[in-house]
């Protein structure tokens, strides 16, 4: 059984995305992830800079009744809403919060390949979350 990241870490999640898995043809996953997929954050405008540096942000998955996925077992929906959590308070303070905003564009990362398209629709704890370690 699944514990949500806001019990863990006694805080909400950064944002929200509506996200989207690219299907196999597009190049994406053969088999949607289960909560607890761990792939890094990339914004549209982290492609145009050399190299690209992955954002250690990640997704939570919510079912359709926007609920967190507690069955660990289960896929997660092809697309849907996820809350993101940044990983380390210092990014969060030095990076994040001048680059996370509503209407951005960015992707689920495997590695250097896109697994899903987000769009953020929500901020919620990116500036009164931790900021230090």
């Known amino acids: 059984m699944w514990v949500s990241y806001e019990i863990i870490n006694g805080h909400p999640p ?14 994406g ?11 890094d954050f990339a914004l549209e405008e982290d ?8 954002r250690v942000i990640h997704p939570e998955f919510e079912d359709e009744n926007g609920n967190i996925i507690l069955d660990e077992s289960r896929n997660v929906l092809e697309s ?15 990076r994040h919060i001048n680059d996370i905003k509503i209407g951005l564009k960015g992707y689920l990362m495997e590695g250097p ?6 769009e953020i629709i929500e901020i919620i704890g990116l500036e009164s979350n931790p900021r230090t370690e």
């Open 113 to 118: 390949r896109k697994a899903a398209e987000v």
């Open 80 to 94: 849907g809403i996820a809350r993101m959590w940044i990983l380390f308070p210092k990014a969060r303070a030095e």
């Open 47 to 54: 492609f145009l800079k050399t190299p690209i540096e992955l």
């Open 14 to 27: 950064d944002f929200k995305v509506r996200y989207r898995f690219f299907t196999l043809a597009e190049g």
């Open 29 to 39: 996953r053969k088999l949607l992830p289960r909560q607890g997929y761990r792939s």
